[in-house]
């Protein structure tokens, strides 16, 4: 969406889209079609914001560029939400992209960085200063519901319980 309180999304049409700027489905890349004068013409577009995603400016509106990918392609503008499938946020190769829920993109999340364990669906079980054979639950949260995967003696054997899980309810959305 549109990072502007200005205007709407649906000011910009693909064919106004078309005439200021070219996408190539299989970089990614944006390149300038017009403004020669500002030695725009076929010169890259886009800036990497400080959340990873590419903006592109245009009529004084800032746009994600995996957003215009999309209305470029399919000739409207999603419903929903686009989803990098590799997770890259400046990957906006089409082959990477899909239209997703917010509840699909939420599940292909990567773990959090400030965890003690970094993979994703595993947490340390407490043992109040005892060593446990088991030390290392796996949980999955699916529709909000948090599904307990048991405990495990190592952090591999609780991932892979969690990639079975993640495989099962999120299908393709799954980040394993």
Known sequence: MPRSKKTSRSQLTTK???KLLTYDPITGIWTHNIFPAKGLHKKE???ILSDGYIGITLDKVRYLAHRLAYLFMKGRWPKYEIDHEDGVRSNNKWENLRA???LDNSRNRKPHKNKRIPTKGV?????RGKKRKN???????????QIYLGVHPTIEAASAA???????????FARI
Do not use: E
């Open 100 to 102: 997703a829920t917010d």
């Open 123 to 127: 947490s340390p079980v407490s043992a």
């Open 162 to 172: 969690y990639r079975t899980a993640a495989t099962k309810y999120f299908g393709k």
């Open 135 to 145: 030390p290392y639950a796996a949980y999955i949260t699916v529709n909000g519901k």
């Open 45 to 47: 577009a886009g800036t």
């Open 16 to 18: 106004r889209l078309r």
